[in-house]
């Protein structure tokens, strides 16, 4: 009975798209007609020429390559509702307004900008928000259509073990580094003008004066949230600072301002916005501490001692770093960095030795870029992963030139590869299956197109 009726509305929508399309010739007021049907959703030629204005290159006719896009989309999102899979809006929110951020800039003003899209900023933010929120969702959906695809040693070199070597992959030159960092010493009396701030806030937000939001999107020192009014996602106490997430989960009353808590970012006042299982959503308000030149000057001079002192030999940069060095992701390592990366086919964590030059922070590449293996730079500064300065040497450990990928030496690579390749013919496969399960219908005038996927037209 679904079926039936999700036909004769097929059909009702096709018709009054023949009958608008016909219409059109003798009205210009009517411009718009349903060209395919896919379920029970139309795609509409508006909906084409929308993308087509989105879509800068599309290959080949994008009357044909933009629709059967948009269908394939459909077929996306509506197997996101069988699996209950959802995007995630607080990073659609926080892209969106990257973006808008990034056009305005273009265009030179908010105004120009409207000017050049026929919209308000508004309905620019709406409309590119649907448009991010679907391709999240595809993504997700091909992940977990995707999820169990293991590829095995034997695959690749089966895969490989044919291809001539000038066709294997290159792997770009490479660098092994390592670290020896010193956060320089922050006066106690710069300490307590921040928190002299933050009990500021605290006080105007308690009387009334001021809310929270405001305060954080004008003070925040936090880029992440300070534009969403120091709202965090929804997030687990093991996600958080330790020291951070103690305070946050002590709070019960959304009205209630925390007390002053130091994490390793900085100082913060927070305050919850609401519980949902064993994740809180928080909004807070980060201030950091300015650090005096002369420290800064006082700590490149000790690296600048230490350094001299490893390449007179009295000790090696390895037990420095282990020791010395207040970097505690590479100290652990004896001063080694680790670069950690997501595969991109399957979204799990790939932790290396190696960097390409690229993916180096870029003091320590400029630093890196012209030395000898075993050599030590020159002290220098630079902000670290948690927004704080810290001076820092580091020794050149490894460079690897620039290869032909080889499965003893790059087998991490080559299995991604696999996989990838696995996975785009079990979703193509998908779509095909998609194709013949579900009610499809076009217009006849849009059905003389090469789809990339021809079970779109059906006998």
Not at 40 to 61: T, W, Y
Not at 192 to 209: A, D, F, P, W
Request: aromatic share 6%; glycine share 4%; net charge negative.
């Amino acid at each position: 009975m679904v079926n039936r009726i999700q036909r004769l509305m097929a059909f009702v929508l096709l018709t009054m798209g023949a009958q608008l399309s016909s219409f059109a010739q003798g009205n210009t007021n009517v411009v718009d007609e349903v060209i395919w049907v896919v379920g029970d959703e139309a795609i509409l030629l508006s909906d084409v020429e929308k993308a087509r204005v989105q879509m800068q290159r599309v290959p080949g006719n994008p009357y044909c390559a933009i629709p059967e896009r948009l269908a394939i989309q459909k077929l996306f999102l509506h197997q996101a509702q069988i699996d209950s899979i959802e995007a995630n809006d607080d990073n659609i929110n926080r892209y969106v307004e990257a973006q808008l951020n990034q056009w305005v800039q273009a265009a030179g003003s908010k105004e120009k900008l409207e000017e050049y899209r026929g919209m308000t900023l508004s309905q620019i933010r709406e409309e590119t928000y649907e448009l991010v929120r679907d391709n999240q969702i595809m993504e997700l959906v091909r992940d977990h259509l995707t999820k169990d695809i293991k590829v095995s040693p034997a695959e690749v070199r089966h895969y490989f073990k044919d291809i001539p070597e000038d066709s294997l992959p290159l792997i770009p030159s490479q660098v092994e580094v390592e670290l020896l960092a010193e956060h320089p010493r922050i006066q106690p009396g710069e300490v307590e003008r921040v928190k002299s701030e933050l009990r500021e806030y605290t006080e105007r937000i308690q009387s009334g004066s001021s809310s929270f939001s405001t305060l954080a999107i004008l003070y925040s020192e936090d880029p992440g949230s300070a534009r969403q009014g120091g709202e965090m996602d929804y997030m687990s106490k093991m996600e958080l600072d330790p020291a951070f997430a103690n305070v946050a989960w002590s709070l019960t009353d959304p009205k209630k301002v925390s007390k002053i808590v130091e994490s390793q970012f900085g100082y913060h006042i927070i305050q919850l916005v609401d519980k949902r299982g064993d994740k809180l959503k928080l909004r807070h308000i980060l201030k950091k501490p300015r650090v005096e030149q002369a420290d800064i000057d006082a700590a490149l001079a000790r690296l600048d001692s230490i350094a001299a002192d490893i390449r007179a030999g009295h000790f090696s940069f390895e037990i420095a770093a282990s020791r010395l060095s207040d970097d505690v992701d590479s100290r652990a390592n004896r001063g080694l960095m680790f670069n950690v990366t997501q595969d991109p086919t399957t979204g799990d964590r790939i932790r290396t030795s190696r960097f390409k030059m690229s993916e180096l922070p870029v003091e320590v590449a400029r630093a890196v870029e012209g030395m000898e293996v075993g050599d030590i730079s020159k002290p220098f500064t630079m902000i670290d992963k948690k927004g704080k300065q810290q001076c820092c040497i580091v020794k050149l450990k490894n460079r690897i030139p620039a290869h032909a990928a080889t499965i003893t030496e790059d087998f991490q690579v080559l299995s991604h590869i696999v996989r990838a390749k696995l996975s785009e013919d079990y979703i193509n496969k998908w779509i095909s299956d998609k194709q013949r399960s579900t009610y499809i219908r076009i217009n006849p005038d849009w059905s003389n197109c090469e789809f990339q996927y021809p079970g779109w037209v059906k006998e």
